[in-house]
């Protein structure tokens, strides 16, 4: 399975691109802020624009949250599939944090299904 | 230690499961006399290209949209119908997992999933109705498809209603489809043995008696 690392940022960092026929399944993450500069909080976001539907005519570009944690500075926290069960994005994976930090370093594995 | 396995009693062939080459079609009488040039006749496939075509749609939670699987530019058609009478297009619909129904109706506004009592019909705005006649995804699986259906030229629309049910914020429905293009060559005087052959295709009113 494939794997992307990205650094922490406050506008929110393209992790898996959306592909058409499939969802995006994150199964692992590892969030290193062994050299991060203070207590780190990350969301996984999923990104997408729905389609016409009976009740939306005009549909616009939405971002909900799927996941949130909370790394202690100087910590490495490793988040495997069961800890990520559930967690399911339609669109693209997005990683977003509430600072921008470039030691804090994020890694997705992640799967289509 | 030594097996001795038995001979298998029987063996169990399962045919494919889309329309090959050399198959024979028939429509019978059932079909409306607009369609004379397949009513009543007799068809040998003569070529087949199985086409795959995956569709997606992001729908809200409890919405919907009706795919019209019919030819044109409409913003819910899929122009799928085939644009000759020589064409049958055999069609395998099978979903990924996901929380929603599908529900079906052709024409556009008569589901075909009715029982006889007058308001037992699906009516997603009926909270026990909406489960009349509303298939599952696990009904119908991506890489297992149960649900078939025939087009040709001219056919009424078919309409797929996909439903997103409570419980979640947005689903992802992707539908895959696997269309059996078939060319069709009447064949003018089938024998006895062509008509007990032939895959009979019916007119969809036969669905309601």
Redesign the interface.
Known sequence: MPSQIVTAHTTAVQAVAERRNAVVIPTSMTIDNDAGAADRTIWIQDSFTPSVSHGVAVPVATVVDRYRVDVLMGDVMVLNAADLEGVKCLGALLIDADAIDADCHITVGYKHE | MLELVPKPQFSVVIPPKLIQEGYLVHFPGDWPSTFTQIREKYFRIQATVPVPY?L?????TL????VDFSNGSG??QESIYPEKYETLQEVLVGF?PGNFVSIWEIPAARTIDNLEYATMYNDITDPSRLYLGAHQPKDSPYDDPRIKFYLIKDLAPLIMKLYVLAGV????I?V?LTINKCLMEEVSQPSDADKLKAKVIRYYEYLRW
Request: charged content about 40%; cysteine-free.
């Open positions: 995956d997606s749609y992001i729908i809200p919405d919907y949209r009706d913003a819910f990924k914020d947005f689903e992802k992707v895959g």
